[in-house]
């Protein structure tokens, strides 16, 4: 069985076939800003019950406090949240 899913690009997946793919997944990698606020939206975590690590490394985090809190209700037995992105200035 796998248990790590690592998302590097966009992915067009609805909510209900992202659950399906991640119901025993222990390790979540997101390294793209297009997916973290579609996972919240269709609360793909409410299914993730065996995830422990949970990555989000990216140029943008788009994550509210209360959509946080959601993932970390959902997700019951997660020990650890990595957060790493880097804010980009535009050069006009």
Do not use: W
């Not at 609805?14 to 606020?37: E, H, V, W, Y």
């Amino acid at each position: 069985k796998l248990e790590k899913l690592s998302i590097s690009f966009c992915l067009q997946v609805s909510g209900a076939s992202l659950q399906k793919l991640t119901k025993n997944f222990r390790t979540l990698s997101i390294n793209t800003n297009d997916m973290t606020p579609d996972l919240v939206k269709y609360g793909a975590f409410g299914q993730l019950t065996k995830l422990t690590e949970l990555v989000f490394d990216c140029t943008s985090l788009n994550l509210s406090d209360h959509e946080l809190v959601k993932i970390l209700e959902g997700c019951h037995q997660l020990k650890s949240i990595f957060i790493r992105y880097e804010h980009t200035k535009d050069h006009n």
